[in-house]
């Protein structure tokens, strides 16, 4: 038992925390419990900085068997809980207001690797790159990509059902995932999906991918792996405006290639590119690059290359240019995978957009982005998946500043109205989160969003498993009716904490409480 | 429990949007696959799905019974080229779920949870597609697959491992074979598409490992039928290799009208059982090296009867919906158990 440990002396602690941190103590040591305001600034946002959210207590598992014990004693004293990875995501999807994470960083086995079958099992802790990195030896990848790949973990890949640059042609984190072993909130024990890989029946594999932690945690994953193409080409088309490179992508995807990846980057994103350490030597001086990726076999990658190149410069490129080796490839993918990072150069603060258009729209909806920037005065840097018209418009800014936040959240979400009016989607990659909530209403019915409120109550019927997200809680008919006698015991339930509004935008320094 | 009423959505037909440039199409559920590969195919652009059956059949059937043919080992399942749908629930809501642009992950993945679910949770009345164009080149090859069961082994292993990127694959048993036309030898049918240079790179490459004919395309439509008349249709998944480690046992089987198909990249195989007057109730797949392989209690393999005589269901097919979470899901979108009761063993 732990109370034996000199715990500090806290503010907010009450009898009732202290012995609940205990409990987790005894479960997974007490080095892997974090108490201390201090110690949990750290897990106060993701990777998305306007968004900050103070957690009550943080317990790491180290094992499967602490993770399942952790959800129980959870489940037993009926408190709420937030699973997190990396914390890379970028929809405020991780962050716990006042209640318990559970980081699942320490589970990083790969448990198990069927190369004939391609296939892996791995915990969810297990960082994308490393799979990637430990399946190449094999000739075999695992196709999602996000550009957080470097940090983010599968477990979150499968709770946000990450994309990537070559979701394009590879699909997204559903069209890779077999099962998973899932403890549900409960602390009860299930396998969604067939490693074998089709079963019959309701497909749960299905709608718990992308469930953006609501429905549990995954303690392992069965991944499909792809082989590695034979052939890859990387070609970098630069061009003078905007639009000519929008009418550019929308030509490439009508005209029926299907390019591994087909990336957008404007002139402001560039220059920041280049300003940086992550400099790839994409042309200053351009208004718009596509970095466009083919792969598979040798003879129809060369052929596919021809005529998007012919594509490119029919369409007014000033230039394209074909990596000639892996080490320039490599650069020119650098770039565009960090040039999120980079924009930290710009200013304190980003918000980064995911909205998704329809592709024939996508030169129209980048000269309305352009109009509304001027409009607000703020200054849009557009990187992003052109080829699935998986818009990413950010802008850089300080939340210091009221005045400027108040601009940049006034152009976003002008923004958004008009991906949505366009037939778009708020969200294609990133996840609803806290930050997409406010919009949710915009493209679901209330009998839509109720019936995904009924699906989570199947799955968490307490509501405890990562509270507050995705659809926003007005929306569940019957979950004004039962206010759930055990949330009341919670240290904070979604019911009491006010709703963000879009876009809402917090201070950067959290308070001190 | 039966369903007392069909309600048919045979008339809820047609297009609702078509942006060819966008690769994306919403059409009405009751739309047959014939319709959408009419319309697409005008704009030189196809919905690569080939389940088993006729083209007459509704593309809302399709999905909600996530049926799929020999083009899904490489275009992908039902589940996969599905970007949104819309459905009524059992107690009549109209619900949404997805979008229609290719990559949303807004909301919880109701587009997933309704394929596949045999009309029980909600009758899809609406569904949004993945488009992808037509290839420009679209060749079918046979080999014959002859000699003993270590050559024929060594010979399917070296076509599916080999670098090819096939649209389709098939093994197929010598009765399979003899009623498509190709011999009475089994055989692996093999389907080409791309540009004309990546198909002639691969015919190319197929020539170094086994010796192929050029067939006629519409084979793939003649196999999609093979179980148009049967008694029963057993389909066993199992781990590709397991497939390709017993394929030439499984093929050797050859006792007439009992076709056996495998998908060997993706697992699968299909056993069809009274396809023809001669096979009778005494040949039952339980006879067969390949339904052997069906019933051996390896964890790795399922076995589904996509088809099975009325009488035989109730007492065969196993509930596959009767974990808590399924329970859960169905009591909350169809309180009333209106919805297709039964069909799912639950």
């Known amino acids: ?513 | 429990m039966r369903a007392g009423k069909t309600l048919s959505l045979r008339d809820d037909s047609g297009v609702v949007s078509y942006v060819p440039g966008d690769l994306t199409l919403t059409v009405r559920a009751g739309t047959p696959l014939s319709e959408i590969e009419r319309v697409t195919g005008e704009h030189d652009q196809w919905l690569p799905l080939d389940p088993y059956g006729s083209s007459d059949g509704t593309i809302g059937a399709t999905l909600a019974t996530a049926s799929a043919g020999p083009l899904a080992s490489s275009f992908g399942l039902p589940r996969d080229l599905l970007l949104g749908l819309e459905f009524v629930n059992g107690r009549g809501d109209v619900v949404r779920g997805g979008g229609k642009v290719v990559k949303n992950v807004a909301g919880f993945d109701l587009s997933r949870l309704l394929t596949g679910s045999w009309g029980t949770l909600g009758v899809i009345t609406e569904v949004t597609l993945r488009l992808y164009a037509l290839p420009a080149t679209d060749r079918t090859f046979v080999i014959a697959l002859s000699g003993s069961e270590k050559e024929i082994s060594s010979l399917v292993r070296a076509v599916v491992s080999s670098p090819l990127t096939p649209f389709a694959l098939q093994l197929l048993n010598p009765p399979a074979a003899r009623a498509l036309g190709l011999g009475g030898e089994p055989v692996c049918l093999i389907r080409f598409g791309g540009n004309d240079a990546v198909v002639r790179a691969q015919v190319s490459a197929l020539s170094q490992v086994a010796r192929s004919q050029e067939v006629e395309s519409a084979v793939w439509t003649r196999l999609r039928q093979l179980d148009g008349k049967a008694h029963t249709t057993i389909r066993v998944v199992s781990m590709p290799q397991r497939f390709l480690a017993a394929s030439a046992r499984i093929l050797g089987d050859d006792v007439p009208g009992i076709y056996t198909c495998i998908d060997p990249r993706r697992g699968i195989l299909r056993i069809i059982v009274g396809a023809d007057d001669r096979a009778t109730e005494e040949d039952s797949p339980g006879m067969l090296g390949s339904a052997d392989f069906a019933r051996d209690g390896s964890e790795s393999s399922e076995v589904i009867f996509e088809k099975l005589p009325s009488e035989a269901w109730p007492s065969v097919s196993p509930s596959v919906v009767r974990d808590a979470l399924s329970q859960g899901i169905k009591r909350a979108y169809d309180p009333h158990n209106i919805l297709n009761p039964g069909i799912l063993g639950d």
């Open chain 1, 1 to 513: 038992m732990t109370q034996a440990t000199p715990a500090p002396i806290q503010a907010r602690s009450s009898p009732a925390q202290s012995a609940v941190a205990g409990h987790l103590a005894d479960i997974v040591g007490e080095r892997h419990v974090l108490s201390r305001p201090s110690e949990l600034l750290v897990y106060n946002s993701d990777g998305l900085p306007g968004y900050r959210r103070q957690p009550r207590l943080a317990v790491f598992p180290g094992t499967r068997e602490e993770t399942i014990s952790v959800v129980r004693l959870l489940a037993a004293e009926g408190l709420p809980f937030v699973p997190r990875g990396a914390g890379t995501g970028l929809s405020g999807g991780a962050l716990a207001d006042d209640i318990v994470v559970i980081g699942l960083h320490r589970l990083k086995k790969i448990i198990s690797l069927d190369v004939e079958n391609r296939r892996a099992t791995v915990e969810p802790g297990v960082v994308n790159l490393r799979l990637n990195k430990h399946v190449a030896q094999y000739g075999l990848l695992y196709a999602p990509d996000p550009s957080s790949e470097a940090a983010c973990t599968i477990g979150g890949n499968v709770a946000e059902n990450a994309g990537g640059p070559h979701c394009l042609k590879y699909g997204v984190t559903l069209n890779h995932v077999l099962a998973m072993t899932v403890l549900l909130p409960s602390g009860e024990v299930v396998e969604l999906g067939s490693r074998v890989g089709e079963r019959d029946g309701y497909d749960l594999r299905g709608a718990f991918i992308g469930s953006e932690g609501c429905f549990g945690l995954a303690l392992d994953i069965t991944v499909k792996l792809t082989p590695k193409p034979q052939a890859v080409r990387t070609l970098l088309a630069d061009f003078t405006s905007v639009d000519k490179a929008a009418h550019a992508t929308s030509a490439i995807i009508a005209s029926g290639i299907v390019p591994a990846a087909l990336e957008f980057m404007d002139g402001p994103t560039i220059r920041v590119v280049e300003d940086s350490i992550y400099a790839a030597g994409y042309p200053r001086d351009a208004e718009a690059i596509l970095l466009i990726e083919l792969d598979g076999l040798d003879a129809g990658v060369s052929a596919d290359l021809e005529e998007v190149r012919r594509i490119c410069l029919d369409g007014g490129a000033r230039n394209v240019k074909v990596a000639r080796d892996d080490a320039e490839r490599m650069k020119l993918w650098q770039g565009r995978k960090k040039a999120f990072g980079a924009m930290g150069r710009l200013a304190p603060h980003l918000i980064v957009q995911d909205a998704v258009i329809p592709r024939t729209r996508l030169p129209e909806i980048l000269e309305t982005i352009r109009t509304i920037s001027e409009k607000y005065g703020v200054v849009v840097c557009n990187v992003f998946h052109a080829g699935d018209g998986n818009l990413h418009p950010n802008i850089a800014y300080s939340a210091d500043d009221p005045a400027e936040s108040e601009r940049v959240h006034k152009a976003m979400t002008a923004i958004m109205r008009a991906c949505i009016d366009a037939g778009g989607s708020i969200t294609g990659e990133h996840g609803v989160g806290l930050d997409k909530m406010g919009y949710m209403e915009a493209i679901f019915s209330g009998s839509s969003l109720n019936a995904m409120c009924e699906l989570r109550s199947v799955f968490d019927p307490e509501r405890r498993s990562n509270p507050g997200k995705v659809v926003p809680v007005h929306a569940c008919k019957e979950w004004h009716a039962v206010p759930g006698a055990r949330l009341r015991t919670a240290a904070t339930s979604e019911a009491d904490s006010p709703e963000p509004r879009p876009l809402e935008a917090e201070p950067s320094h959290p308070s001190a409480t």
